[in-house]
C-alpha cells in the first residue's frame, strides 16, 4: 500500500485501544490544520497521535523517536517529544507515533507584532542545531527528499517549471539564478538540517516563538534549504536581521535561494499539489527571489 487516504478518527481509536489501552478513554481529535506528511489527531489534553499517509513518509516515524530525544536538550526551543511508537497492523500498513502535545499556534496564522524576535529566536535556534555533532546522523536522499543534498536532484523539474512558464516569468534570470546555485556545494563538515523550516513548522505562543515541529525531513548535510524562509515568511528588517544572525558565505545563500526558488516555482507550474501560501503569495516570493534581497556576510564558525 502506496498511499492511505482514510485516517480517520475511528481509526486512531482503534489503534490507541489495541496498542496503548491505557490512554483507550482520552478524547480523540483531527487538528484544525494538518501537515502534508501526516495525519494529525490530539489525544486528551496531553498528546498527539500521528500517523504518516503515505508509504515514503513512513521512515520519519523511526528517525524522529531516535533522534529527537538526543537533539532537543541541546536546543533552545522545543521540539517534539516521542512518548510512544505505534505497530503497524492489518488496518494501517506503517509505525506511527504518540507526541507530547506542544502549546502554540502555527507562525503561519498567529498574529506576530515583532516578526524581528521570531528572526532572532529562529536564528539562535538553528545555529544550535547545526552546532550539535552530527556523527551517525541520516544523510540526505531520497527518503527525506534530498533536503540537505544537492540541488541537482531537482534540475530537471526546475527546468521543466520554467519550460511550463516561459510565457510568466524571465526565465533568464530564474536559469542564472539556479545555474550560479548548481556551480557551488557545501565546503565545510555536514551539519544538522530541519529539512522544513516553514511558518506551518513553527508555534508561536503570546506573540513569541516557543517550538520548532516536523522534523520529518532531518538529515545532516548542506544547511542551504533550511534557509529558505528568509524568503517566504520574514521581509524587510526582519529578513536582514535573520540573515545576519547565520553569517554564511555568499555561495550558502545562493543556494538557499535556488531552494527558494525551486518550490515556488514548481507550485507556480502546477507541478506539485502543495501550495500552502497560495497564489498570491507564490507570486510575490517569485518577484523578490528575482529582484535578489540578500546580504551576504562572513561564513559562519
Known sequence: MKDRGNIDEALVRHLVAAQFPQWENLSIQSVANQGWDNRTFRLGEEMLVRLPNAEKYSQQVEKEHHWLPRLAPLLPLRIPEPVAMGEPTKDYPWRWSIYRWLEGESAMTAPIKNLCDVAKNLGEFLLALQRIDPAGGP??????????GTLKNYDAQLRRALDILKNKID?????????EALSTTWQRPPVWVHGDI???????RKEKLSAVIDFGQLAVGDPACDLTIAWTFFQGESRELFQSMLPFDAATWTRARAWTLWKFLIAAAGLT???AFGATRTWQVIEELFRGGIRFFRLVK
Open 171 to 179: 526565465t533568464a534570470v530564474a536559469t542564472k539564478i539556479w545555474e
Open 273 to 275: 499539489s502543495w501550495n
Open 139 to 148: 544523510l540526505a536522499g531520497p527518503q527525506n527528499f534530498y533536503r540537505g
Open 198 to 204: 516553514s511558518p506551518m513548522n513553527l508555534l508561536v
